[in-house]
């Protein structure tokens, strides 16, 4: 598996997942400037998408000293170093100026010595070492840049040769508008409209003081998009997890917020978004002590152990850990498990059903996944519960029929599974994390049906990905498990 090999290359001094394995992860991180009073010019190639080992320019920003180029395939396969030529190459090569921070598949940072004189330029990105202008393979690619304001208007030039007599014009304009018809006939209901704005905060109770704060400034660079502490529901929620090096044994708790993750949305365009950096985001629980009579497997009370483990990080005695989410049938049996890589308690505090603890992932945003699943435990079947269900169709990515569309919107959507229709949904979450949606964006249809699950109507969405993924409830029992995703899209047309 390619996220073990690279996390026990990297990992030496971290501390074992139950099954013994370690993590690597790059610290990779990049910088989108807001744009103030210097000049920002963005485009977008045009021509077809070209394979996926084809180096392509995207867009290009410039602001003040620094350039940034997005596109894909800059990495080359052997490693050599990337070229870059600002003007006429070969001569105008600033390759030296662009290795902090360090160049990734799919965005190069240059910082310049100079800020360029406002023009018209020649971009070029190579990942050969001969002559780039000679070379027209798929390892260069040209863009032309302008930077500063466009120059003034030159003198009106002579007029040039007739031309040849053109192509047969359109039908002319539509006539007048005709008598008003009869009323048609009554629509069949439309669907419900979006959630409403959450309310206003109520007053503090009495009872017992819970912190349900979550610190935004632990995911740098993304503002974490409707994240909220939940109350813990027992009856749904109660699972069990193992902390390497932590409590011995498995540990009972009751699951606030499950794993999670958020992906950066780059706009480039009106109708073009790009994915970015992602962050893991908080693993929220409370430990309690077993029931009685508790069968083997419930779990221990390991909340002394965990907070200790708080002390110790505190303390700068100890760091993050390996963990994993134990999801079981109704036999009791292990259905499937989320594997946490280096998450370190952040927060200690009381809860309703125990102590609550927050364990925050301890490495910054990155291209990386730090979270695993065996998602072929997750089915496709097509269960039908209206009125929120809706036929939906994903490019390329297989999952159930009729999944709850909670929202829509020009941009987009959210969508949950259950358990069982869930099917390929986070392995697509996990492409656009590590491939960017360059190559993994797709295009996907809501569809309206009847009672009789006849086609009624068809929304179409294009250059869609996944920005935001939570698995929020039923850690209790496999069947109760449910999933959810906020999907970015470029734009939407009605079939």
Request: proline share 8%.
């Amino acid at each position: 598996m390619y996220e073990l090999a690279r996390r026990i290359a990297s990992m030496a001094t971290a501390a074992l997942l139950p099954e013994g394995r370690t993590q690597m992860k790059s610290l990779r991180m990049s910088t989108w400037a807001a744009v103030g009073s210097v000049s920002l010019l963005l485009a977008v190639a045009s021509g077809p998408a070209s394979a996926a080992t084809r180096l392509l320019i995207q867009g290009v920003q410039a602001e003040g000293h620094t350039l940034t180029i997005v596109g894909s395939g800059f990495l080359p396969k052997d490693r050599s170093r990337i070229r870059v030529f600002l003007g006429e190459a070969p001569g105008n090569e600033i390759s030296s100026q662009c290795t902090t921070p360090a160049p990734t598949d799919g965005v190069i940072v240059c910082t310049l010595a100079t800020a360029p004189e406002p023009g018209d330029y020649r971009l070029v990105v190579s990942r050969k070492n001969g002559d780039p202008i000679e070379d027209r393979s798929e390892n260069t690619d040209q863009y032309d840049l302008t930077i500063g304001a466009v120059g003034a208007q030159g003198p009106k030039g002579d007029p040039g040769p007739k031309g040849d007599p053109g192509a047969r014009g359109d039908p002319g304009a539509t006539g007048g508008t005709g008598p008003k018809g009869d009323t048609g006939p009554q629509g069949i209901q439309g669907p419900p409209g979006p959630q409403g704005i959450q309310g206003v905060q109520g007053p503090e109770g009495t009872g017992r003081t819970i912190n349900l704060t979550i610190d935004a400034t632990q995911f740098p660079g993304i503002t974490s998009q409707n994240f909220t502490a939940l109350f813990p529901d027992p009856l749904l929620n109660t699972a069990v997890i193992e902390i390497a090096g932590v409590g011995g044994s498995q540990c009972r708790v009751v699951v606030v917020n499950g794993p999670a993750v958020e992906i950066q949305v780059v706009q480039l365009s009106t109708r073009l978004f790009v994915s970015g950096l992602a962050q893991e985001l908080p693993f929220v629980f409370e430990s309690v002590a077993p029931m009685p009579a508790a069968p083997p497997g419930s779990g221990l009370d390991c909340t002394a152990d965990i907070q200790q483990w708080l002390d110790n990080v505190n303390s700068g005695h100890d760091g993050p850990r390996n963990l994993s989410l134990i999801v079981r049938d109704e036999s009791g049996n292990e259905r499937f498990r989320w594997n946490l890589y280096q998450f370190a308690p952040t927060a200690s505090a009381a809860g309703l059903e125990g102590r609550r603890f927050t364990l925050t992932h301890a490495l910054p945003p990155d291209n990386m996944t730090s979270i695993e699943r065996d998602s072929s435990s997750w089915g496709y079947e097509s269960d039908y519960l209206p009125p929120l269900d809706r036929g939906f169709e994903i490019s390329g990515v297989t999952t159930g029929r009729y999944p709850t569309v909670v929202e829509e919107n020009p941009n987009g959507l959210t969508v949950e599974f259950g358990y069982r229709e869930g099917g390929g949904l986070w392995q697509w979450v996990r492409n656009i994390i590590e491939l960017g949606s360059a190559s993994e964006a797709r295009s996907l249809s809501v569809i309206v049906v009847d009672a009789a699950l006849n086609e009624v109507s068809r929304m179409n969405y294009y250059e869609c990905f996944p920005k935001k993924y939570e698995y929020y409830t039923g850690f209790a029992r496999a069947l109760q498990s449910r999933e959810r995703a906020i999907i970015q899209c470029g734009f939407r047309e009605a079939a």
